[in-house]
């Protein structure tokens, strides 16, 4: 049985502090609005993906956004993957400030 | 230039996986109305369909499937996705659906095993 290598694992932690400043530098501080909000979550997306890839790690990598206005709205999100337990691995961070909810995920896996 | 004509069993055929995805939300959704009690299980099972009918294919990939299921109150809803990949090998499916009381945005991300 090998050792964890950490320099070519998925390790939620470190993706989970990247979701967080990402989404905190595309969109903390701001209120919801409907005419910005594309630009957000792209940003928030691209930031992300530019972090991870950053890492230099054997993965692909698909990262998801979601932001939605509150006012009352429920919203359920689910995910399943087929893939190599022992390799992969995904990460989600929820955001939330006064007007809006951000839901980030991010899948890794391993070339 | 020598062309490489990829073979259906090892490319990602986006019809064929929109098709599967709109069947698999209209057998668990289609007809309902939006139900805080239901909705966990709505999309538990959509994510499990879609899978199903994706792995039964038998290609050489990795899959995710993702589903957000919203009720509609008049809230704006973005979403986003980016994917750091092999271009030519992988691929991306979204589809959105929705009856009068909500909104169903369902993903499948296709990743080519080496």
């Not at chain 1, 290598?5 to 919801?32: D, R």
């Not at chain 1, 950053?54 to 698909?62: A, C, E, Q, R, T």
């Not at chain 2, 259906?8 to 057998?27: L, T």
């Not at chain 2, 957000?68 to 959105?96: E, F, I, P």
Request: proline share 1%; aromatic share 10%; net charge negative.
């Amino acid at each position: 049985m090998f050792p964890l290598n950490l320099q070519t694992a998925f390790i939620v932690e470190e993706v989970s502090k990247i979701i967080k400043e990402s989404v905190e530098a595309a969109i903390g501080g701001n209120a919801y609005q409907h005419s910005r909000v594309n630009q957000w979550s792209t940003s928030v997306v691209e930031q992300c993906l530019s972090q991870l890839s950053k890492l230099g790690k054997p993965f692909k990598y698909i990262v998801t956004c979601i932001i939605m206005q509150k006012n009352g709205a429920g919203l359920q999100t689910a995910s399943t993957c087929f893939w190599d337990n022992s390799t992969d691995g995904s990460c989600a961070v929820r955001w939330e400030n006064k007007s809006m909810y951000c839901i980030v995920s991010v899948f890794g896996l391993a070339i | 230039m020598e062309e490489f004509h990829n073979g259906n069993e090892g490319s990602f055929n986006q019809e064929e996986v929109d098709n599967s995805i709109k069947e698999c939300i209209e057998s668990v959704v289609g007809g309902d109305d939006y139900s805080q009690s239901l909705v966990n299980k709505w999309t538990a099972g959509i994510v499990e369909r879609c899978l199903t009918q994706l792995v039964k294919q038998g290609k050489p990939y990795k899959y995710i499937v993702t589903c957000a299921v919203m009720q509609k109150t008049g809230a704006g809803l973005h979403t986003a996705n980016s994917c750091y990949w092999d271009t030519t090998m992988d691929g991306s499916c979204t589809v959105r659906w929705e009856n009068r009381t909500m909104y169903c945005v369902v993903s499948v991300f296709a990743v080519a095993i080496a």
